[in-house]
């Protein structure tokens, strides 16, 4: 029999985790809510900026259970993903892939208030094929 979860994909920027929280915890919120199966992501850059990142992979899937482990989400499966690329893309690809019933993040890079929505929450927005719920910070 297939698995019928309901699968919540929740993007995060490591870069900006101090001030991109706010998502996550809705994410988590909304996964207990309905018994549903979080995913939580980061994307990797395709040429790592800082030169003492080896495996730029493993660095940031480290970084990402690290975020997760010290924010717990109480009674709710977890699950995470590295991707590497464009970040954009490498959302929607993922929730395609995974068949993801909800995208749930942040509307912009926290530094940018000119932008309404950032240009990474737009084109998720306008290119998944999932319902996208996004949090203003």
Not at 29 to 57: F, G, H, Q, W
Not at 80 to 108: N, W
Request: glycine letters at 2%; aromatic letters at 6%; proline letters at 4%.
């Amino acid at each position: 029999m297939p698995d019928t979860t309901y699968l919540i994909l929740c993007p995060v920027n490591l870069r900006h985790v101090k001030l991109e929280q706010r998502a996550y915890q809705e994410a988590a919120a909304m996964a207990k809510r309905r018994n549903a199966k979080l995913l939580v992501a980061t994307v990797a850059p395709e040429m790592e900026r800082n030169l003492n990142i080896r495996d730029s992979e493993a660095y940031w899937a480290d970084q990402l259970n690290k975020f997760v482990s010290e924010n717990p989400a109480a009674g709710v499966e977890v699950e995470t993903v590295v991707r590497k690329g464009a970040v954009h893309r490498q959302i929607v690809k993922l929730a395609d892939e995974r068949k993801v019933d909800l995208i749930v993040m942040e509307a912009a890079n926290p530094k940018i208030s000119d932008y309404l929505l950032g240009t990474t929450a737009s084109h998720v927005v306008t290119h998944a094929e999932c319902s996208v719920y996004i949090v203003r910070g």
